[in-house]
């Protein structure tokens, strides 16, 4: 059996989930505004070798626009990331989801879609992909008329896949110790928005998005 770290995470201003996703939003608030802090050249590399601490875990679109650690600001150590094209939501990405969880103590999951998202246009274009880009395609949720509320519904179909089809992360969420949450990364103002802080394993979040698109682009921090 896989046990936590007996060893409490560093940052004491990122002890619950709620905590780790402000962590984030004033991070890319110093992203936009360009007074960045992260100091990943100057770290304590030998601490760092021995363990790792991260307070969230991101799952990112491959795209190259879109680096958690410079988005929100954060340095080397502080974000357990996965990234795959449509921030599609696989197996395997739940696995190591999984392992931030139960093992590293993520306090938040956070699946950060993105504005022009290829994945979600091959998505739209329905046409035959070559190759493995099919099966990619086939996680992808296309719904919305516009870029952004497109991206939005994507990221909270995915965190809600992480939520429902994740016992262990189901379980820690509803014991309060973990969020799922989703958000759309605006690649030209540079700015992080949360979509829903809180997805449920029952897709709530998504119904929430259904009812009106104006919960598309509320930030509700
Ligand atoms: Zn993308």
């Known amino acids: 059996m896989i046990t936590p770290p007996a060893m409490s995470h560093p940052n004491s201003d990122t002890d619950t989930p709620n905590d780790a996703l402000d962590e984030l939003l004033r991070g890319n608030a110093r992203f936009v505004e360009g007074r960045t802090e992260a100091e990943s050249t100057l770290i304590d590399r030998d601490a760092m070798a021995a363990d790792q601490t991260p307070h969230a875990a991101i799952l990112r679109c491959a795209d190259s626009r879109v680096a958690p650690e410079i988005v929100f600001d954060q340095s080397l150590g502080s974000l357990f990331v996965c990234g795959i094209a449509g921030n599609a939501a696989t197996d395997e990405v739940i696995g190591s989801l999984d392992y931030a969880v139960q093992v590293l103590g993520c306090k938040a999951i956070v699946v950060m879609g993105h504005t022009s ?93 259904r009812a009106g698109s104006s919960a598309v682009r509320a930030d509700d921090s």
Do not use: K, W
């Not at 998505?123 to 099966?135: C, L, V, Y």
């Not at 086939?138 to 992480?162: K, L, P």
């Open 117 to 209: 998202c290829g994945a979600i246009a091959a998505a739209m274009a329905d046409e035959s992909a070559q190759g493995h880009i099919a099966t990619l395609l086939d996680h992808i949720v296309i719904d919305g008329d516009d870029d952004a509320t497109r991206a939005a519904h994507n990221a909270v179909h995915q965190a809600s896949e992480i939520a429902r089809r994740s016992s262990p992360i189901a379980a820690a969420v509803s014991r309060g110790e973990l969020c799922v949450a989703a958000g759309v990364f605006d690649i030209a103002s540079g700015r992080f928005a949360f979509t829903s802080r809180s997805v449920q394993p029952d897709g709530g979040g998504y119904d929430a998005l």
